[in-house]
């Protein structure tokens, strides 16, 4: 059974730093791609960004781009978002998902099979 619990959230001013963390298990991953979304209050689950587990290629969404970092310690089975320069506009429930490889979209929230709780982070101005 796939679990995946993220941790590392909470409240920090305009500006500053977080990582989020994924601990991932219930399964080998290296045929999964595993990703980052946030969902902020009134709206959709947005993509954040995502890592093929197996060889460490990444995606990240315009809006966070040279700010936000995903990585992945295969040993620790563990995946990451650093989040640099935060803005109140990054605040948001985060998730991390999985999915399968494949052609499937990894910017679609609909594509990814496993979900995580979420984790509040909040960024006050």
């Known amino acids: 059974q796939v679990q995946l619990v993220e941790s590392g959230g909470g409240l920090v001013q305009a500006g500053g730093s977080l990582r989020l963390s994924c601990a991932a298990s219930?399964?080998?991953?290296?045929?999964?791609?595993l990703g980052w979304f946030r969902q902020a209050p009134g709206k959709e689950r947005d993509f954040v960004a995502s890592i093929n587990w197996a060889n460490g290629w990444t995606s990240h969404a315009d809006s966070v781009k040279g700010r936000f970092t995903i990585s992945r310690d295969n040993a620790k089975n563990t995946m990451y978002l650093q989040m640099n320069s935060l803005k109140p506009e990054d605040t948001a429930v985060y998730y991390c998902?999985?999915?399968?490889?494949?052609?499937?979209?990894?910017?679609?929230?609909?594509?990814?099979?496993?979900w995580g709780q979420g984790t509040q982070v909040t960024v006050s101005s």
């Open positions: 998902a999985a999915k399968p490889l494949g052609v499937r979209s990894v910017s679609s929230p609909s594509n990814y099979d496993y």
């Open positions: 219930g399964r080998a991953f290296n045929s999964y791609t």
